[in-house]
């Protein structure tokens, strides 16, 4: 027993090592993206849009919210205490998932709205253990004070996926982003939220985006996609086949943002009218 106790610290120790240059060079290849006026990051509710961002070359840095599965609500919670029970180790536990486990927090596990399943059993830390290695929860500890020395200084463009479901209350959800908004731009920011989630079309239909921007920086898409993006197939599950909606979705929020200076409807709904098959 005490053999594999050791073996176990010696992988453990050996994976904070392996992380810690991994990080190292994250933070060298994300160098001049520190420096730009606006700071684009994910929110989540999984790693779908970190990854988005970085295919598309807009990712900034890797949020608290980048590597896991949250839902709006646990982001609110966590903001409002400053992240003060995120790390500790009373509040986190490993949970079996599949053939592996995950360590999920038990203190942001309460939400009011609904969201998919896996998105609300308590913040999860999908591809780190804080509990076992050192780097991870370095590495988180890293995310939260960047994240709260940032809060209400600088712009950002924060990117929500939202993953759909029968029970899902876009309005609800709407209140809540507006809600994180007020957070950011308190003292002056314009940050803006990209919320986009699916609707699934038949397959001999052009796939398209429609656009409904609202006046308080929460921008709005529907995804007229024809798979969700789940499953096996690696270009279904990460939506690799929909990047040219990503990169008309960009588009039209670099355009918001240059014509940003004229008055919009608080909520009008703009089709992209592509009609391209994708």
């Not at 599965?69 to 790390?87: C, F, P, V």
């Not at 690696?234 to 939506?239: G, H, S």
Request: with cysteine; aromatic share 12%.
């Amino acid at each position: 027993m005490k053999g594999e106790v050791i073996k176990q610290r010696v992988r453990d120790n050996l994976k904070s090592l392996k992380r810690t240059m991994r990080n190292l060079h994250k933070k060298w290849k994300y160098r001049n993206n520190f420096t730009s006026q606006v700071l684009w990051v994910s929110l989540g509710e999984n790693c779908l849009p970190d990854d988005i961002l970085r295919r598309h070359n807009r990712k900034s840095f890797s949020s608290v919210f980048s590597s896991g599965r949250s839902n709006i609500e646990y982001i609110l919670q966590m903001e409002k205490d400053d992240y003060r029970h995120l790390l500790e180790k009373e509040h986190l536990q490993h949970f079996p998932d599949g053939e592996h486990a995950v360590v999920r927090s038990t203190f942001y596990e309460k939400c009011v709205g609904h969201y998919s399943e896996r998105h609300m059993l308590g913040f999860e830390f999908t591809h780190h253990d804080p509990l076992r290695i050192k780097e991870d929860s370095r590495a988180f500890q890293r995310r939260i004070s960047r994240q709260l020395q940032y809060r209400g200084k600088k712009d950002f463009v924060f990117l929500y996926h939202h993953r759909i479901t029968e029970h899902s209350d876009l309005s609800l959800l709407r209140e809540h982003l507006n809600e994180f908004l007020s957070l950011y731009n308190a003292q002056g920011c314009d940050c803006k939220i990209v919320l986009f989630y699916q609707h699934i079309i038949a397959a001999n239909s052009a796939k398209r985006i429609d656009f409904t921007p609202h006046e308080n920086g929460l921008l709005e898409f529907v995804c007229h996609t024809h798979e969700i993006w789940g499953g096996d197939d690696l270009d279904t599950f990460w939506a690799k086949k929909d990047d040219a909606l990503f990169a008309e979705m960009f588009e039209t929020v670099d355009k918001y943002a240059l014509s940003k200076r004229h008055t919009f409807p608080e909520s009008t709904f703009v089709s992209t009218g592509s009609g391209v098959p994708l």
